[in-house]
């Protein structure tokens, strides 16, 4: 009941640029927080904040390391290559980390990259049931470059699985509105190690979590 409260005066009214949140260099207005209301498109700065959660959450005793990048990685890396994005990792080892989040926006379209160190594999998560081959085949050429640039060392292709999840393997939205919570809850599920087990009649409660979540900045 309390989340309740807390998620309806959220919701309600004020000033659409009022801060509701902000922590990891992030802001999240009453605006942005909107955007968790049933049925509307998540934005960045939601999901951002959210996988942002995630990786300080990682950093406790019994999870994975994990390191997410932010919604605009994958788009400055497709128009720039990696000279546009070696300087994102200044400052963290991602060869350290057990798990890499990319979220990657298709126009229209929330999907989830999981780079897993520790069994090498690149695999795409789509609610949609679309494939990302090409993606995760981008993503595995930039991180042989980071490899070779921060390391001096030569990732061997053929030690690495990559991998589109089919969509009987993963849970699969049934409206036209849901992916980017269905992203962020790929993520926070394989965050704990945890098999994706949730579906579509989920989404409402997941959106009223994340934003207690977000405005009190820590996963439940």
């Given at each position: ?8 005066a ?6 659409p640029?009022e ?7 992030l802001?999240?207005t ?33 999870f ?10 994958y788009?400055k890396?497709?128009s ?22 990319v ?6 379209h929330?999907?989830?990259?999981v ?11 789509d609610?949609?049931?679309q494939?990302?081959?090409e ?14 640039e ?71």
């Amino acid at each position: 009941q309390a989340l309740e409260r807390e998620v309806h005066a959220a919701f309600g009214r004020g000033e659409p640029d009022e801060i509701l949140s902000s922590a990891f260099k992030l802001k999240v207005t009453r605006e942005d927080i909107g955007t968790l209301r049933e049925h509307r498109w998540l934005n960045d700065e939601v999901i951002n904040f959210y996988m942002s959660l995630i990786a300080e959450r990682s950093k406790k005793e019994g999870f994975a390391a994990v390191h997410a990048f932010s919604t605009f990685f994958y788009p400055k890396l497709i128009s720039g290559g990696y000279t546009a994005v070696r300087r994102w990792t200044r400052g963290v080892d991602l060869f350290q980390q057990d798990l890499i989040f990319v979220p990657v926006h298709l126009r229209m379209h929330w999907a989830l990259v999981v780079i897993d160190l520790r069994r090498k594999t690149i695999k795409y998560y789509d609610s949609m049931g679309q494939r990302g081959d090409e993606i995760c085949q981008t993503l595995f050429q930039y991180l042989r470059e980071e490899s070779h640039e921060k390391r001096n060392l030569e990732l061997t292709s053929s030690e690495w699985t990559l991998r589109s999840m089919e969509s009987h393997e993963i849970p699969q939205q049934s409206n036209g509105s849901d992916c980017g919570v269905f992203m962020c809850k790929y993520a926070e599920y394989i965050s704990r190690d945890r098999a994706t087990t949730f579906t579509q009649n989920h989404m409402p409660y997941f959106r009223k979590k994340m934003v207690w979540e977000i405005i009190h900045q820590q996963l439940l």
